[in-house]
């Protein structure tokens, strides 16, 4: 089992900047990792993939250009680089591991989730 916990999130004015953290319990070199975010009303969605046996990179693409998903299997952590934030990011981000051999880029391939972190981009 893994368990994970998101850091990291906060308030910030448009076109800021803020670095999300995921810190893991277990090792998490058989996963792929992934953050996905939920906004009030609204359905949860994905917003960045990286994924297992450096198989490349997935971003939603109205986030491409601007967050940048990384991974350190060594140090069992994954964080996601977001700058140019826009009002329209302001979610909770959720971090989230994937154990399946496929490119898994919607929420019901994740096997483990964290408790997620608030973002809120003022504009």
């Known amino acids: 089992q893994v368990q994970l916990v998101e850091s990291g999130g906060g308030l910030v004015q448009d076109g800021g900047s803020l670095r999300l953290s995921c810190a893991a319990s277990?090792?998490?070199?058989?996963?792929?990792m992934g953050w996905f975010r939920q906004a009030p009303g609204k359905e949860r969605e994905v917003v960045a993939v990286?994924?297992?046996?450096?198989?490349?990179?997935y971003y939603r693409d109205s986030v491409k250009g601007r967050f940048t998903i990384s991974r350190d299997n060594a140090e069992n952590t994954v964080w996601m680089q977001m700058n140019n934030l826009k009002p329209e990011d302001t979610a909770v981000y959720y971090c989230?591991?994937?154990?399946?051999?496929?490119?898994?880029?919607?929420?019901?391939?994740?096997?483990?989730w964290g408790q997620g972190t608030q973002v809120t981009v003022s504009s």
């Open positions: 990286i994924f297992r046996s450096d198989r490349g990179t």
């Open positions: 277990g090792r998490i070199s058989s996963y792929s």
């Open positions: 989230a591991a994937a154990l399946t051999l496929g490119l898994p880029t919607t929420a019901q391939w994740y096997d483990y």
